[in-house]
């Protein structure tokens, strides 16, 4: 996985609460049995209309955040389906960061498999970040995964967690499967044990 | 030793190494596979030459593309979802899981099929690169969904890097009211936490009213958790889980059923153990209920009316605004003098005998309404079978709805059974998101009952009008 230090660009703002993996990408492109070339389809159904024609008041339509790596979106955000292609599509657009008040439990996961970075922010710094993305494409965030730090296009600092595991492996492009079976023998210690304990497994 | 949880218990018997900050790796003992989560992660297995680490426990079925008409007995005609159907098949035979093609009489969903065929048991860890997972959590599984790198992740491991999750209790005290279902329970909790209530938590499900539940009433709540935003959702196993798994193909048989009682009955919360949250409501209050909106949070009794925008707070008021807008409803309009164009009985969620027995009930002897579509897809082929063994299909068939093969179908439309723009749907499965079921498919959930009386009088209907 490439490694993942500190983005600066332009960041789109979505403010729409519940924004589920179906709207991310209908499902329609989940019949694909690769991982790239996805991001044509992101948000298919409100960035296209029936005809095919791109929707032109769609947010990463407008020729100013056409380029945007960081979303600043609302609510919840990657509610329902476990469908990895969100996060492919997300990442195949450019976008490698995206900032919310809270969001999905899998999706959030998926995320950080895939080299971009989600962020929660409490609400008040939520309402300063997605007035600097209304600002367009003269605003540009940086987003410095190092230093746990969001900077404004202002020059505001907003702090913000993350899981030290998980800041590691991104910093890293660390592979997880990797990691995992250098643990193996502690692996096939307890499946030695569980199949004693509970044979019928 | 302190008090705990089911979650603890289940948690603490499957992690195989812990480092310093709390990140577990968690030992998988069933991973359930379907054919559209699963590719990039076999071929991810391929290309770093990899092995299945423990196949013996990896069971794969096709189930979300497949068509549900008989046809498909001669193939899939949509090239991707064929290509997609086909890979599944090669990669169970390249790396020797244990596979139910689509035409073996016990294909179907695969959360329907895993249960069916007794290799969902209590007191286990489920994954699934599925959110439905959480299924399983009715026999007292610990059971999620996972993106495709982590299904690659337990494909290579039998393990997931984990943290663990807070606890929540969901109690339904009392019983519930003749209408009332398992779905209505469900759908009611997610209207009390809203669909990001559960982020971050495991729920366990307990109470009288989910005590009283069968097995397949207890899937139904437990599916639909994630819908809440939980990991999981758990019903901790009694005599009804034990009677159920009883004799399932893959059940433990003879000592080992012996030994495996012994530890399924030391399931269930201490008492005094510590939940992070708890959230309770009385069984007799909760009505059967419908979706309005595009989450499954918008969900209100059968006799409400639609909400207004201004009645919602925050980021809220425009999604229902816009929900409102996408559904073609107007706030104050009765939610049952809503006209639909189709019903869809089935999914996951409500695609189990017992959901084909309540429709029936309500069917039997009536004929659905003239120029409505109306259609059940069984969860799985065992089930359709006992269904016309009991004489449900002939019931449903007379009345009007189409007898469909099994599959996830319009649950999520991947496969031909989708809504057009504007078409209107009363369907059981669990989601009513925009475009869920088709693009620009309006999609109200509610039981099979519910949806039975729907289809008898072409809009949304209290069922308690027609027992």
Request: charged fraction near 25%; glycine fraction near 10%; charge should be negative.
């Given at each position: 996985?490439?490694?993942?230090?500190?983005?600066?660009?332009?960041?789109?703002?979505?403010?729409?609460?519940?924004?589920?993996?179906?709207?991310?990408?209908?499902?329609?492109?989940?019949?694909?049995?690769?991982?790239?070339?996805?991001?044509?389809?992101?948000?298919?159904?409100?960035?296209?209309?029936?005809?095919?024609?791109?929707?032109?008041?769609?947010?990463?339509?407008?020729?100013?955040?056409?380029?945007?790596?960081?979303?600043?979106?609302?609510?919840?955000?990657?509610?329902?389906?476990?469908?990895?292609?969100?996060?492919?599509?997300?990442?195949?657009?450019?976008?490698?960061?995206?900032?919310?008040?809270?969001?999905?439990?899998?999706?959030?996961?998926?995320?950080?498999?895939?080299?971009?970075?989600?962020?929660?922010?409490?609400?008040?710094?939520?309402?300063?970040?997605?007035?600097?993305?209304?600002?367009?494409?003269?605003?540009?965030?940086?987003?410095?995964?190092?230093?746990?730090?969001?900077?404004?296009?202002?020059?505001?600092?907003?702090?913000?967690?993350?899981?030290?595991?998980?800041?590691?492996?991104?910093?890293?492009?660390?592979?997880?499967?990797?990691?995992?079976?250098?643990?193996?023998?502690?692996?096939?210690?307890?499946?030695?044990?569980?199949?004693?304990?509970?044979?019928?497994? | 030793?302190?008090?705990?949880?089911?979650?603890?218990?289940?948690?603490?018997?499957?992690?195989?190494?812990?480092?310093?900050?709390?990140?577990?790796?968690?030992?998988?003992?069933?991973?359930?596979?379907?054919?559209?989560?699963?590719?990039?992660?076999?071929?991810?297995?391929?290309?770093?030459?990899?092995?299945?680490?423990?196949?013996?426990?990896?069971?794969?079925?096709?189930?979300?593309?497949?068509?549900t008409?008989?046809?498909?007995?001669?193939?899939?005609?949509?090239?991707?979802?064929?290509?997609?159907?086909?890979?599944?098949?090669?990669?169970?035979?390249?790396?020797?899981?244990?596979?139910?093609?689509?035409?073996?009489?016990?294909?179907g969903i695969?959360?329907i099929?895993?249960p069916e065929?007794?290799?969902?048991?209590?007191?286990?860890?489920?994954?699934?690169?599925?959110?439905?997972?959480?299924?399983?959590?009715?026999?007292?599984?610990?059971?999620?969904?996972?993106?495709?790198?982590?299904?690659?992740?337990?494909?290579?491991?039998?393990?997931?890097?984990?943290?663990?999750?807070?606890?929540?209790?969901?109690?339904?005290?009392?019983?519930?009211?003749?209408?009332?279902t398992a779905k209505?329970?469900?759908?009611?909790?997610?209207?009390?936490?809203?669909?990001?209530?559960?982020?971050?938590?495991?729920?366990?499900?307990?109470?009288?009213?989910?005590?009283?539940?069968s097995m397949e009433g207890?899937m139904t709540?437990?599916n639909?958790?994630?819908?809440?935003?939980?990991?999981?959702?758990?019903?901790?196993?009694?005599?009804?889980?034990?009677?159920?798994?009883?004799?399932?193909?893959?059940?433990?048989?003879?000592?080992?059923?012996?030994?495996?009682?012994?530890?399924?009955?030391?399931?269930?919360?201490?008492?005094?153990?510590?939940?992070?949250?708890?959230?309770?409501?009385?069984?007799?209050?909760?009505?059967?209920?419908?979706?309005?909106?595009?989450?499954?949070?918008?969900?209100?009794?059968?006799?409400?009316?639609?909400?207004?925008?201004?009645?919602?707070?925050?980021?809220?008021?425009?999604?229902?605004?816009?929900?409102?807008?996408?559904?073609?409803?107007?706030?104050?309009?009765?939610?049952?003098?809503?006209?639909?164009?189709?019903v869809f009985i089935g999914s996951c969620t409500n695609g189990r005998i017992e959901d084909l027995r309540a429709a029936a009930e309500i069917l039997k002897?009536k004929?659905i309404?003239?120029?409505?579509?109306a259609m059940v897809v069984p969860g799985s082929g065992l089930v359709r079978a006992q269904a016309e063994e009991e004489g449900l299909a002939d019931i449903f068939k007379e009345a009007g709805f189409e007898w469909r093969l099994a599959g996830?179908s319009m649950c999520?439309?991947?496969?031909?059974?989708?809504?057009?723009?504007?078409?209107?749907?009363a369907a059981t499965s669990?989601?009513?998101?925009?475009?869920?079921?088709?693009?620009?498919?309006?999609?109200?959930?509610l039981s099979p009952a519910m949806a039975a009386a729907a289809a008898i009088?072409?809009?949304?209907?209290?069922v308690?009008?027609?027992?």
């Amino acid at each position: 996985m490439e490694k993942f230090d500190k983005v600066h660009g332009v960041a789109a703002p979505m403010p729409l609460i519940n924004i589920d993996t179906d709207m991310i990408i209908p499902k329609v492109h989940l019949k694909t049995i690769k991982r790239s070339g996805l991001g044509v389809v992101l948000f298919d159904e409100m960035r296209y209309h029936d005809d095919g024609q791109e929707n032109e008041e769609f947010i990463l339509n407008k020729p100013a955040y056409r380029e945007a790596e960081i979303l600043v979106a609302g609510d919840n955000f990657g509610c329902g389906s476990s469908r990895e292609h969100a996060p492919w599509a997300i990442k195949d657009f450019g976008i490698k960061v995206v900032i919310s008040t809270s969001f999905a439990d899998i999706f959030f996961n998926n995320c950080f498999k895939n080299g971009i970075l989600p962020i929660v922010v409490e609400e008040e710094h939520h309402a300063i970040l997605m007035e600097d993305a209304h600002k367009g494409e003269n605003a540009r965030m940086t987003v410095h995964l190092e230093d746990q730090q969001i900077t404004t296009s202002d020059g505001v600092v907003i702090e913000f967690d993350v899981d030290p595991h998980r800041k590691h492996c991104l910093l890293n492009g660390l592979d997880d499967i990797g990691l995992t079976m250098e643990k193996d023998h502690h692996i096939d210690k307890f499946e030695d044990h569980a199949s004693q304990a509970r044979p019928w497994v | 030793m302190s008090p705990k949880t089911l979650y603890d218990k289940i948690w603490d018997a499957h992690v195989a190494h812990e480092a310093d900050d709390g990140t577990c790796l968690l030992y998988i003992d069933r991973h359930l596979v379907h054919e559209v989560t699963s590719p990039q992660a076999f071929e991810g297995l391929r290309m770093a030459g990899r092995k299945v680490r423990a196949p013996e426990k990896t069971i794969a079925v096709p189930d979300h593309n497949v068509p549900t008409t008989p046809d498909r007995v001669n193939g899939i005609e949509n090239p991707e979802s064929r290509i997609q159907v086909e890979a599944l098949d090669k990669n169970a035979k390249d790396f020797g899981i244990h596979y139910y093609p689509v035409n073996d009489v016990r294909q179907g969903i695969v959360h329907i099929v895993g249960p069916e065929q007794g290799w969902t048991l209590p007191g286990m860890t489920v994954v699934c690169g599925d959110s439905h997972t959480a299924t399983h959590g009715a026999f007292g599984a610990l059971a999620h969904g996972i993106g495709t790198s982590e299904v690659e992740h337990v494909l290579a491991t039998q393990t997931l890097i984990q943290k663990k999750s807070k606890n929540m209790k969901v109690e339904i005290t009392g019983k519930l009211q003749p209408g009332v279902t398992a779905k209505d329970i469900t759908l009611a909790v997610i209207g009390e936490t809203g669909t990001a209530g559960g982020t971050g938590y495991v729920i366990e499900y307990c109470g009288e009213a989910i005590r009283n539940l069968s097995m397949e009433g207890r899937m139904t709540v437990c599916n639909m958790a994630i819908e809440g935003g939980a990991r999981a959702g758990l019903i901790a196993p009694d005599e009804t889980t034990y009677e159920y798994v009883k004799g399932r193909p893959h059940a433990p048989k003879g000592a080992q059923w012996e030994a495996a009682m012994d530890w399924w009955k030391t399931l269930y919360t201490d008492e005094d153990a510590h939940f992070d949250k708890v959230i309770t409501l009385r069984g007799e209050d909760i009505a059967p209920v419908v979706t309005w909106g595009t989450s499954p949070e918008d969900v209100l009794p059968i006799t409400a009316t639609v909400p207004r925008p201004e009645d919602f707070e925050g980021g809220k008021v425009d999604a229902a605004r816009r929900s409102i807008e996408y559904m073609g409803l107007e706030a104050g309009q009765k939610l049952s003098d809503v006209e639909i164009d189709t019903v869809f009985i089935g999914s996951c969620t409500n695609g189990r005998i017992e959901d084909l027995r309540a429709a029936a009930e309500i069917l039997k002897g009536k004929k659905i309404k003239d120029g409505l579509r109306a259609m059940v897809v069984p969860g799985s082929g065992l089930v359709r079978a006992q269904a016309e063994e009991e004489g449900l299909a002939d019931i449903f068939k007379e009345a009007g709805f189409e007898w469909r093969l099994a599959g996830c179908s319009m649950c999520l439309a991947m496969n031909p059974d989708q809504l057009q723009p504007g078409e209107r749907c009363a369907a059981t499965s669990n989601r009513n998101f925009e475009g869920r079921q088709g693009r620009g498919g309006r999609t109200h959930l509610l039981s099979p009952a519910m949806a039975a009386a729907a289809a008898i009088t072409g809009r949304l209907t209290d069922v308690r009008e027609l027992m």
